[in-house]
């Protein structure tokens, strides 16, 4: 199975490479010199455009605090993503694990409630909020489990990121080829120095050792914790996890409460299945269940259906409003759409007014086209 996977990793890698020197040569052609200024600047704006990965962008504070959710079950809250731990006789099972920088605080308070290591951790879904202590896990002993497409998405990005730094080097190099020697052959030169992109890989391990496709079982601190995958919500490798016994069900981003949420199109999201995942929620939650969402405080039934109502009716709305002939920019203009949920501050967080309603207006107006 490894080796099947660095099979496919290096064919992936080969095609990249080659799209990689296309890319190169077609900016070659119609290419003016750019400024180191006008380097970084670009660079910024792909990072910015990049939803997913302008959420990196931690910075250790107060650290982590600790909510105890049942005797054996503990919220920890920080800047990135919810994560839960599950506390017992065979060892501390985790979700999730937000930010690289933040793992040292994540560990001294898991160490006060358990003396054991963490010996299991699953991924929600493949955002840097949600993923990035992973390589600080792994290290740590941990064996990571997540959907197969969070390992695809993770894999996606790094190479995403080496492309950018293939491109920026080779710039950078251009320049100053073409400055020192005042050598017409600059584009060249600098193409060879740059040409093996595994150079700007970067080779830290990150990814899950143990991908599923629809559900995994654990059975765990005397209780069985389902994993299960909910389709197409916030990304294409959402998954969800309930606590049998405990009934503590974590939803990693497909709900997110008491604020808009980021539907991430680009990694297969959609908000169909994310009303669908809400709806599946609703089905194996009671009254009872503490849910602990991706981002906010320890939710109930009652919040997830705030939410699965929130995006219906704005759903339908603007759907009259598209019927209506009105333009997106009028339907922006409607502030009394949104006024119930902004002044509950569903605007204030990742996502605001504007961008939700921007793109649900574009999920909904491709129907009428
Ligand atoms: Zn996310």
Do not use: W
């Amino acid at each position: 199975m490894r080796n099947l996977f660095i099979i496919g990793f290096t064919l992936l890698l080969g095609c990249f490479t080659t799209f990689s020197q296309d890319y190169i040569e077609s900016q070659k052609k119609n290419r003016k010199k750019r400024t180191e200024k006008e380097i970084v600047e670009n660079k910024k704006n792909s990072d910015e455009n990049k939803g997913s990965e302008a959420q990196n962008n931690y910075k250790p504070k107060s650290g982590i605090s600790v909510i105890k959710v049942t005797d054996s079950i503990f919220m920890l809250k920080g800047e990135g993503g919810n994560i839960v731990v599950s506390i017992g006789n065979d060892g501390v099972l985790m979700i999730d694990s937000q930010f690289a920088e933040a793992t040292p605080y994540i560990l001294q308070r898991v160490s006060r409630l358990s003396s054991k290591p963490v010996q299991f951790l699953i991924n929600t879904h493949h955002h840097n909020d949600h993923t990035g202590g992973n390589k600080n896990m792994i290290d740590n002993g941990t064996i990571i489990y997540s959907h197969d497409n969070v390992k695809k998405r993770l894999i996606e990005e790094v190479e995403r990121k080496a492309q950018r730094d293939q491109l920026i080097a080779f710039e950078q190099k251009a320049e100053k080829i073409s400055k020192d020697e005042n050598n017409s052959n600059s584009d060249e030169k600098a193409k060879e120095s740059v040409k093996d992109i595994s150079q700007f890989m970067n080779n830290d391990n990150i990814f899950p050792m143990i991908t599923f496709s629809e559900n995994l079982t654990f059975h765990y601190n005397g209780e069985k914790i389902i994993v299960f995958h909910v389709d197409n919500a916030h990304t294409d490798g959402d998954v969800m996890v309930y606590f049998t016994n405990s009934n503590v069900l974590h939803t990693g981003d497909a709900f997110i409460n008491a604020k808009y949420p980021f539907i991430d199109i680009e990694n297969g999201g959609s908000f169909a299945g994310n009303l669908n995942a809400l709806s599946k929620i609703l089905m194996i939650a009671d009254k009872d269940t503490k849910i602990i969402p991706g981002h906010g405080d320890i939710s109930t039934i009652k919040d997830v259906k705030y939410t699965q109502n929130m995006i219906s009716f704005l759903t339908k709305r603007i759907a009259f409003h598209i019927v209506s002939k009105k333009t997106e920019k009028e339907i922006l203009q409607m502030k009394d759409l949104t006024k119930e949920f902004d002044n509950k501050g569903f605007g204030d967080g990742f996502i605001s007014t504007e961008k939700f309603i921007k793109a649900l207006y574009k999920d909904i107006a491709k129907k009428y086209k």
